[in-house]
């Protein structure tokens, strides 16, 4: 059984705005802050929900069910992270990603890992798929042939 669970606040282009930050603007409109000082210091409070995040994962008043040999959590893999590194220049490399995963699948854990420049990101896709228990089909980590 596979269970995939997939949660996105908003799309890049959403207009939602945070008001409990103690402004109006839009989450889109101070990632796209130009140089302008006010929303750098607006786009740096706006890093909040990756705390929020942080805390329903470390939550003791929620504890994970049992799931076979360990917990739910022992048992899942959470990726979260963005599309985008640098909304303002829309810099697609260098993505912050945090991958949590529980013990049961990983050797060791608790590791920061920084890939050499351009590692693409499908690698690290494909290693979540083997750890899954996905089986490896033919083709998947290679490109097409190309025919005369």
């Not at 040999?69 to 590194?85: E, N, P, Q, V």
Request: charged share 20%; hydrophobic share 35%.
């Amino acid at each position: 059984m596979t269970r995939v669970t997939t949660f996105q606040i908003g799309h890049e282009m959403s207009l939602r705005a945070y008001p409990e930050l103690g402004f109006g603007d839009s989450h889109h409109s101070v990632t796209h802050h130009h140089g302008e000082a006010d929303k750098i210091a607006k786009d740096h409070q706006d890093q909040h929900l990756p705390h929020e995040d942080a805390g329903l994962l470390s939550s003791t008043s929620c504890a994970p069910p049992p799931d076979g040999d360990g917990s739910l959590l022992d048992h899942s893999m959470i990726l979260y992270g963005a599309a985008l590194s640098d909304a303002n220049l829309h810099l697609y490399t260098d993505l912050p990603l945090l991958l949590v995963a529980g013990g049961c699948q990983w050797d060791k854990g608790g590791q920061h890992i920084r890939y050499p420049g351009r590692t693409p990101m499908s690698n690290m896709l494909l290693t979540l798929l083997d750890k899954a228990g996905v089986p490896d089909v033919k083709g998947w980590a290679t490109a097409p042939e190309k025919s005369n």
